[in-house]
């Protein structure tokens, strides 16, 4: 097993935070930050998991452990939520047999847990990267690569515009679908990214990131960027309003977001812990934010009706929510962990804190 990075568990944690906040109200406290995060929260996840990318292992093996990791923990979620929706809110069997076959396309406009939508998409991504790699990464030859991977960014573009949506005849019946199974129309840009970062892991250190510097210049960099040009990005609906603008401002993002947390793991040893464990737990923050936000934010503004209070007690709540659900029902459970691509942690395998 690959020894984890302490800095990259906490921007892992600083990501699934924002990830959460973007999927609340946050645009109606600050427009400006809602619009910060959505530039590089989506690119900063398939950087992180092209950080630990090892391409040197058969395909075989490298696709069963990506399947496992992130396709059952998608399947079993989507079957959980309509075993529960017949079983407690009266759903009929057809509505969520239909609602099952949608999910297997694995596009986020046909999956009521929107959110899942990225974990079939970056196993998709891995693929890619994987054989990208396979392809350009024989002879290190650096230029390439690098090449390559520059093209195709430039023409992830097109396929954006080609597939999201796009018309299929079949049988002489007409369908309008948005995007490919899988998010496969959005698999260049993202893999983009996933391949920057085990291009990046290759050619820096942890020292690399303890420059106060460029901790400082990056951070004016995106905001700079963010505020005066109106390039939007978001991954789920193919938003990715320019290239250069949008690319650089991910990039800048993603590395003040390592260089960020670099500082954090030198400098504050609880915020670490804290930010580390929420890393380590992200997948399931990331299944289960979406219901609990929105309930205890509903329930909370309908008795306040303070808004903003509201939007932060549906955050608060949907970390803690889906860290409880982890703590109490996963975690130790040996079952439970294997269906969610996880091995259960006994007291001694769990992290010192």
Not at 112 to 124: C, S, T
Not at 208 to 231: K, P, Q, R, S
Not at 270 to 297: C, E, K, M, N, T
Request: with cysteine; net charge positive.
């Amino acid at each position: 097993m690959a020894k984890r990075i302490e800095y990259i568990d906490i921007a892992r944690g600083i990501g699934i935070l924002l990830v959460v906040l973007g999927h609340n109200d946050f645009g109606y406290i600050s427009p400006f930050g809602y619009k910060l995060i959505y530039s590089f929260h989506m690119p900063l996840f398939f950087f992180l998991s092209g950080y630990f990318l090892n391409a040197s292992v058969p395909f075989w093996e490298y696709f069963k452990k990506r399947a496992d990791t992130l396709l059952k923990p998608y399947f079993f979620t989507i079957f959980l939520i309509y075993f529960l929706n017949v079983s407690f809110e009266k759903m009929s069997f057809e509505t969520a047999l239909r609602r099952i076959i949608k999910s297997l396309y694995a596009s986020g406009a046909y999956i009521d847990w929107v959110q899942l939508w990225f974990l079939p998409h970056l196993f998709a991504a891995s693929l890619y990267a994987f054989l990208f790699l396979a392809v350009f990464g024989r002879g290190n030859n650096r230029y390439l690569r690098w090449g390559a991977l520059i093209l195709t960014l430039g023409l992830s573009g097109v396929w954006l515009k080609d597939f999201y949506p796009f018309a299929l005849s079949i049988l002489g019946k007409r369908y309008e679908l948005m995007g490919l199974p899988f998010g496969l129309d959005l698999v260049l840009l993202s893999g983009f990214f996933f391949i920057l970062g085990s291009e990046v892991r290759n050619t820096t250190s942890e020292k690399t990131f303890e420059n106060l510097g460029l901790l400082i210049g990056l951070g004016i960099a995106v905001v700079c960027t963010v505020y005066f040009f109106e390039a939007r990005s978001d991954f789920n609906t193919r938003t990715y309003d320019s290239i250069p603008i949008n690319t650089f401002e991910a990039i800048a993002g993603i590395l003040f977001v390592l260089a960020l947390s670099r500082q954090i793991e030198l400098r504050s040893p609880r915020l670490a812990s804290l930010f580390g464990y929420f890393g380590r737990v992200s997948l399931f923050i990331l299944l289960f934010h979406v219901p609990i936000q929105d309930f205890w934010g509903q329930k909370f503004f309908a008795v306040t009706e303070n808004r903003q209070l509201s939007i932060w007690v549906g955050f608060l709540m949907g970390v803690a929510g889906s860290v409880l659900i982890y703590e109490l029902f996963i975690r130790a459970n040996p079952v439970a962990s294997w269906w969610f691509g996880r091995k259960a942690e006994t007291v001694e395998s769990r992290p010192a804190p």
